[in-house]
């Protein structure tokens, strides 16, 4: 058995157990492409084969991986507060990248910060109208 037929033989039921969206999954489970790790612009593949990072900035910064200062700045943050509540509390820091963005920011984005796409989308109607009172 190789090494590809060996992986997909060992990954068929995690395969099953997970839909990824976006995907044409029954594809995928027939010839999947897992990556194992990434550093600078390339993930890597269970068998060190790297893979051109083509999508960085669809879905976060195009900042490249594991990055030591980004690494070292997330652990750091963690050590102190993983996770501050959204709604009803606030964190320094949040409040600190606000004040940093508003002046370079459009109107409405210098109210509206939220930490997800889902908190954007449940902000909006509110941003809408706080927007159309203003001006």
Known sequence: MTSSTA?????????????????ANR???RNPRILVSAK????FTAEGRPILDGMGGLWGANAGHCRAAIVEAIRAQVGELDFSPT????????FSLAS??????HAV??????PSTTSI???????TRSFSLRH
């Open 7 to 23: 992986t997909k033989a060992r990954l068929r039921n995690d395969l099953d157990a997970y839909w990824m969206p976006f995907t």
């Open 27 to 29: 594809a995928f489970q």
């Open 87 to 94: 709604f009803q509390f606030g964190h320094p820091k949040v």
């Open 100 to 105: 940093r963005i508003a002046p370079v920011g």
């Open 40 to 43: 600078g612009i390339h993930y």
């Open 109 to 114: 984005l210098r109210q509206w910060i939220a």
């Open 121 to 127: 989308f449940a902000c909006a109607p509110q941003a």
